[in-house]
């Protein structure tokens, strides 16, 4: 495109808990809005968006299974929660004027469409956001399962996933100082290593289906569209 990306189509994977701010729970629409308008300037070069977003932020199967929670009721919590972080990242986008469908892998036809491969490829071409929400719509497995199955279905080009640090470290940055950033490193190395940047199953089918992940770091204001042109720090999972 005109602004230098080589990408045409991209999944964008965000963690619930990157929409709650400064709060320790649920959504902050202001966070939410201001991700809505780091995808916007991605929209406006022409690149065709996926966005799955997990549901941390309100529920995670795991913490109500260790409270007791029948495991598989705990995570169909979770994907409902996807469903809500989803919707609200639907609104902002369409606050932008941006053509936005959530599409849930649970059918729930009053709040969001069901999945249908064809047509949500059809969205795409007309350059509307698609939002998978609900995950893989499975127990025992995560949103980032559900980025990689969604980005490898729709035919994208990599996924981006936005975390709180500027890519993929040795060791975890926050708490040491000297932790170091890799600039690529391999799925099988994260595997090994234990690198956290996705869980396994996900690492393995991105792997197998040569699909690269980029981490990158969604507090730069800008930092989406910059790394889509090749911009700033960031570390690419492939090989
Ligand atoms: N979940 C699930 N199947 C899926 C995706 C998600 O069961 O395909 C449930 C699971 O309980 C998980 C919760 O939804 O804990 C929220 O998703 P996730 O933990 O991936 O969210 P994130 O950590 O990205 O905010």
Known sequence: TADGTTFNRVMLKISGEALMGDQG??????????????????????????????????????????????????????????????????SALEGLKIHTRVISAITMNEVAEPYIRRRAVRHLEKKRVCIFAAGTGNPYFTTDTAATLRANEMACEAIFKGTKVDGVYDKDP??????????????????????????ASA???????????????LDEPGGFKGILAGKGTYTRVEG
């Open 25 to 90: 729970f649920g959504l902050h629409p202001p966070t939410v809005e201001r991700i809505a308008r780091e995808v916007k300037t991605v929209h406006d070069m022409g690149v065709e968006i996926c966005m799955v977003i997990g549901g941390g932020n309100i529920f995670r199967g795991l913490q109500g299974s260790a409270q007791g929670m029948e495991r598989t009721t705990a995570d169909y919590m979770g994907m409902l929660a996807t469903v809500m972080n989803a919707l609200a990242m639907q």
């Open 174 to 199: 926050v708490k040491h100082a000297d932790a170091k950033r890799y600039e690529t490193v391999t799925f099988d190395e994260v595997l090994q290593k234990h690198l956290g940047v996705m869980d």
């Open 203 to 217: 690492i393995a089918l991105a792997r197998d289906n040569n699909l690269p992940i980029i981490v990158f770091s």
